[in-house]
């Protein structure tokens, strides 16, 4: 049976599959399962040359939220291998169940955990996303877990601005800049700096990790590039209407909502520092969400310091 998924996921263009049993964990969320199929497609996107006007602010965004979502597509394709599993009982998950994803990647012996807290995939090192189908047959295989790469390299401790990552494969979510990005309500002021411009997520502890240098895009659902795109205009998302987050709030990133949106933009105008971002940023002091009028004006001040700074 593993064998003729592996060749199945391979043809539907899954990176990577294992099989581990269902633990405790598991059968606390679906009592009758006894086995997870853990699967893997990788996100990377190609790197497209940007040519837009250098002088306006931008934010960025992180490569699992440069273009297609990839919720639906991951999905998809592992529905399409359970089929594939005559008389079975299944569940397909895909970040909508409690389920310890990385650990069952670890135990299917697909992946291996890294110090910086990621997962990573022969051949599509750690830009993969994770999926899962849950089911009540007894699959067996003889993987065992793959152990670490990581040796004595700490290039991702080392270059994390927040110092975020506390042990191997430990991270402190109340300094993570990914974390913060994507928490609700308010930042506090020392953590604001860390987040620099982030509007969604952070690829430092990967894209310095020497695991990740040779890896090229391979999915070709996500090579194009679409909202939010890597470097959104702040100005834009700061001024964000209801109805423009209605049409994008299927994107990557809608999951946030628009407030958390404005509000990361507006840290970054003022992280950034940027003049242009000025009017924007005082529109929002008008607006009805006190959170939202904080950042504001804290990003105000810092741009209006700037300013005043190099004048003198």
Known sequence: MIDLLRQKAARTGLCG????????????VFPWAKSVICAAISYL????????????????????????????????????????????RFEVCVDTNPLPERKLAALSGMAWRGRNGCVFVEGCGSWVVLGEIVTDQDLKTDDEPLPSRCGDCTICVD??????????????????????TQASGAIDLCLRPLMHNNIYGCDICQQVCPQNADIRPQSPEFAADMFPGQSPELIHLISMTAVEFKNISSSSIGWIRRTRIRRNAAIAAGNLRNKKALEASAQMLNDDNALLRDVARWAIDKINLDCRAGEG
């Open 45 to 88: 996107p190609p790197v497209h040359e940007d040519e837009r006007d250098k002088s306006i602010p931008r934010g960025f965004v992180a490569r699992v939220a440069q273009s297609t979502d990839y919720h639906a597509v991951l999905r998809g394709k592992l529905d399409r291998l359970a089929r594939n599993i005559p008389g079975a």
């Open 159 to 180: 270059s994390c601005p927040a110092q975020a990552i506390t042990g191997y494969g430990i991270i402190d979510h109340t300094r993570c800049i990914s974390a913060l």
């Open 17 to 28: 599959i294992g099989i581990a049993p269902a633990d405790d964990e598991v059968v606390r």
